[in-house]
């Protein structure tokens, strides 16, 4: 049952010990300035009744309710307007109610709303005494306790399940490395953690920003409360506001149920924002009054729940480029960026990749039921080579293709089992090569790749001639761009990665994204590669 469900069979219950026309039940909610009194469930009123909003102060019969201790009864000639008048059901006429009482309803001590009787008859309720009307407050109220309690429950309940997947899902990884930039990322981490300052995760794809968000909650004095997550990338706009928020039973087409969103989940915890930049715009400024004010109201919903949550923010995104475009509020990345911390990519962590595989291999020689998984030092040199543009998710998954195929040629009889780079699927020029292993991305020439990103410029080159195939493919490619003979190879390079860009962006109109996709890039690495090398028409181009 929902709880408008069960108020209407509380109603139902007061109408039977008590003759009346009309009951309704009235929820006390803040009001802009001043109360309002919201009813949730009415009998014998038209159903109109449960959209209108009755301020306090511009209701005399309700405020006197309110002000009374035990209820009281009106006379039939009292003169004070009636707020149910040409409201009861079936009226043909805009007929005054003429008999009405009603009084306080209270919940652990304080003023829930009120609780109205009201019958055309002017003596309908002359046997009704204090006592009984007592009996029926008695009963509303131990009924809308046992309600809040149901409801108390289930969000507890809720909770615990996200406490639960919190826990199933951390614990087991560690933000691994002894990198300078790793050391000074953990020190960061714990001199904020202890705070609840918001906290913003930056840093490309794949470098483990969950991981610190993690570790910020496990180290802060809100450890023993969830942690919930949310992907703001895969919310639709129409849904953004439910998932966030919640929802109200009925306040949209498919809400059949009354739903806590994941600010209530997290109240007293932490709520990761996973990919924060992607949100609409106008999920961004709800978001924003939240953040600003600590108070939720469901879509649907009139009252207002005030939670107590920390939120940290995460993304691969350039935010104050965002802002500069008009595509992030300037106010919410001010309200998100109270304490910003940097991820750093694998390729700037040195030799933090081998600690990295190590964990890997590890998990993997457990999951497949093998023993002694180890890194040749040609695949480890291979590993410190590479640039890793998908940063420590492309190494876990390098990594756990590289355990199968080696256990799969050794087989399960040896003392140890060596990886090798064959079996990482590292071609031999692994600074500028990606692995050639299984990867829904269209080909793109290896030069182009070593470009992904400006910091990898000064990778030194591998000599061609250590990987005759490489070395041809690498030839023919320069050679099929019209370099003239005696052109360096960086120049070559260059030129012929200028001439693709220009092709397959003129393949898509345009279209930057594509383009990128195209090339098995990320756009603002493809975008600031065409710019690198000169690619005409990029000025203005978002």
Not at 13 to 36: M, Q, T, W
Not at 143 to 150: K, L, N
Not at 240 to 248: I, Q
Not at 449 to 461: I, K, T, V, Y
Request: aromatic residues 4%; contains cysteine; proline residues 6%.
């Amino acid at each position: 049952m929902t709880p408008d469900s069960r108020y209407r069979q509380l109603l139902a219950a007061v109408r039977g010990l008590v003759r009346c026309d009309a009951a309704a039940l009235l929820r006390l909610l803040p009001g802009e300035g001043a109360p309002v009194l919201q009813p949730v469930a009415v009998d014998g009123l038209a159903e109109e009744a449960l959209g209108r909003r009755f301020p306090v102060a511009a209701h005399p019969r309700l405020a006197r309710l309110m002000d009374s201790r035990q209820g009281l009864r009106f006379p039939s000639d009292a003169g004070l307007p009636d707020p149910y008048d040409g409201l009861l059901e079936h009226q043909q006429e805009l007929e005054a109610v003429h008999d009405c009482m009603g009084a306080p309803v209270r919940v652990d001590g304080r003023i829930w709303g009120l609780v109205t009787l009201d019958a055309m008859d002017p003596r309908a309720f002359d046997g009704v005494d204090d006592g009984r009307l007592q009996g029926i407050v008695r009963l509303l109220e131990a009924g809308i306790a046992a309600e809040e309690t149901i409801a108390e429950l289930a969000r507890r309940a809720e909770q615990e399940q996200a406490l639960a997947r919190a826990a199933s899902r951390g614990g087991s990884r560690e933000l691994l490395g002894r990198s300078a930039a790793m050391v000074r990322l953990r020190e960061e981490i714990d001199t904020v953690a202890g705070s609840d300052l918001t906290v913003l995760v930056l840093g490309e794809t794949g470098v483990g920003k969950e991981l610190v968000a993690e570790r910020l909650h496990a180290r802060s004095p809100r450890r023993d409360r969830p942690l919930v997550q949310i992907n703001c990338a895969a919310l639709p706009e129409t849904l953004a506001d439910s998932e966030l928020f919640g929802h109200k039973r009925g306040a949209f087409t498919g809400a059949v149920a009354d739903r806590s969103g994941k600010f209530e989940l997290a109240d007293g915890g932490t709520l990761l924002l996973d990919e924060v930049g992607e949100l609409p715009l106008p999920v961004q400024a709800k978001l924003l009054r939240v953040l600003q004010s600590g108070d939720v109201q469901r879509p649907g919903s009139d009252r207002v729940q005030k939670v107590d949550v920390r939120v940290i923010a995460a993304t691969n995104r350039d935010l104050r480029e965002e802002v500069a475009r008009g595509r992030f509020r300037a106010d919410l990345y001010h309200r998100l960026s109270v304490y910003p911390l940097h991820v750093p990519p694998l390729r700037e962590r040195g030799r933090d990749v081998l600690a990295l595989a190590g964990g890997f291999l590890e998990e993997n020689q457990h999951r497949l039921g093998a023993r002694n998984l180890r890194l040749s030092p040609a695949a480890s040199e291979a590993l410190l080579a590479y640039d890793w543009p998908g940063n420590v998710r492309e190494l876990e998954h390098l990594i756990s293709r590289a355990a199968l195929r080696a256990l799969s040629s050794a087989g399960r009889g040896g003392r140890w089992i060596a990886i090798e780079p064959a079996h990482l699927g590292l071609t031999a020029d692994v600074g500028t090569a990606r692995p050639a292993a299984m990867s829904s991305a269209p080909p793109i020439s290896p030069a182009a790749r070593h470009d992904a990103d400006p910091r990898r410029a000064q990778a030194p080159e591998q000599d061609p001639e250590q990987d005759p195939e490489r070395g041809q493919e690498r030839g023919h490619e320069v050679g099929t761009s019209g370099s003239p003979p005696g052109l360096g190879l960086r120049e070559a390079t260059d030129r012929f990665q200028r001439q693709w860009i220009e092709a397959a962006i003129a393949r898509h109109g345009g279209a930057m994204a594509a383009a990128a996709r195209e090339a098995g890039m990320d756009r603002s690495n493809f975008l600031r590669l065409a710019r690198r090398l000169g690619v005409p028409g990029l000025s203005g181009r978002p």
